[in-house]
């Protein structure tokens, strides 16, 4: 199994920058695709973007396109999630997930890191 932590949350102002990380331990990363979710207060948890098992594809909700990008560090066992122009919207929980296929649902969550953006 792996095990997922995030850090590299924090209070940024609006049009600001952030990159978050989740280290993966236990398996290596290019055993899972990879996702990255948020959570508002008060609202569902959603998807942001993923990236494949082999790392060659990427993709994005259509509210953080052009703004998030996400990578990987094979070496460090590391996915990113770089987050540019940040909006007050963009404030929420976030956290990174793992699933072995496409398939299948994500079944490895990390514990979260909070990203508050103020206006």
């Known amino acids: 199994q792996v095990q997922l932590v995030e850090s590299g949350g924090g209070l940024v102002q609006a049009g600001g920058s952030l990159r978050l990380s989740c280290a993966a331990s236990g398996r290596t990363l290019s055993s899972y695709n990879m996702g990255w979710f948020r959570q508002a207060p008060g609202k569902e948890r959603e998807f942001v973007g993923g990236?494949?098992?082999?790392?060659?594809?990427?993709y994005y909700v259509d509210s953080v396109k052009g703004r998030f990008t996400i990578s990987r560090d094979v070496a460090k066992n590391t996915v990113y999630l770089e987050m540019n122009s940040l909006k007050p919207e963009d404030t929420a929980v976030y956290y990174c997930?793992?699933?072995?296929?496409?398939?299948?649902?994500?079944?490895?969550w990390g514990q979260g890191t909070q990203v508050t953006v103020s206006s």
């Open positions: 990236i494949s098992r082999s790392g060659d594809s990427t």
């Open positions: 997930a793992a699933r072995a296929a496409i398939d299948l649902a994500y079944g490895y």
